[in-house]
């Protein structure tokens, strides 16, 4: 409980990333085998945003402990259009060497032959 979730009111800037499944249509290309496509892209934009932010020595934070009917009645987004991301900008003081969580003895990092397999799964070995 000690731990700080969220920055909403001191950061600089709160974006909230929506992903709009109607838009360009009933059928678009990527989208058509795997509907899920459409929120990984937003996803993708949202790191790419991160990874910009950073360059640039600006902090970002997302904040997932917020219900997602209550960002769409304040921010007035109509039903249809999904919030993905709330996200916090702004210039912090440090950027510290290992994430908070890993930090508090939450849950530690898990190695690479932890999540990466080869040619088949469990397969921790390369050929
Ligand atoms: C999907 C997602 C949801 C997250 N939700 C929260 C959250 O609710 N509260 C929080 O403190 N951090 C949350 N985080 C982690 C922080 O956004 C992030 O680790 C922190 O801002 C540090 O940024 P850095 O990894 O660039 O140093 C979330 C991260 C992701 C990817």
Same mark, same amino acid.
């Given at each position: 409980?000690?731990?700080?979730? *969220? !920055? $909403?009111?001191?950061?600089?800037?709160? %974006?909230?990333?929506?992903? @709009?499944?109607? =838009?360009?249509?009933?059928?678009?290309?990527?989208?058509?085998?795997?509907?899920?496509?459409?929120?990984?892209?937003?996803?993708?934009?949202?790191?790419?945003?991160?990874?910009?932010?950073?360059? *640039? !020595? $600006?902090?970002?934070?997302?904040?997932? %402990?917020?219900?997602?009917? @209550?960002?769409? =009645?304040?921010?007035?987004?109509?039903?249809?259009?999904?919030?993905?991301?709330?996200?916090?900008?702004?210039?912090?003081?440090?950027?510290?060497?290992?994430?908070?969580?890993?930090?508090?003895?939450?849950?530690?990092?898990?190695?690479?032959?932890?999540?990466?397999?080869?040619?088949?799964?469990?397969?921790?070995?390369?050929?």
């Amino acid at each position: 409980m000690s731990l700080k979730l *969220e !920055g $909403i009111m001191e950061s600089a800037l709160n %974006i909230c990333v929506t992903y @709009d499944h109607t =838009r360009f249509g009933p059928f678009v290309l990527g989208r058509t085998s795997i509907p899920e496509t459409g929120v990984y892209s937003v996803c993708c934009a949202i790191q790419n945003l991160w990874l910009a932010a950073r360059a *640039e !020595g $600006i902090g970002v934070g997302w904040v997932s %402990i917020l219900s997602n009917q @209550d960002l769409q =009645r304040i921010l007035l987004i109509p039903e249809h259009i999904r919030p993905i991301a709330y996200l916090c900008l702004g210039y912090v003081y440090e950027f510290a060497d290992k994430p908070d969580l890993e930090q508090a003895g939450w849950l530690p990092r898990l190695g690479l032959d932890k999540v990466v397999y080869y040619e088949r799964w469990n397969d921790n070995k390369p050929a």
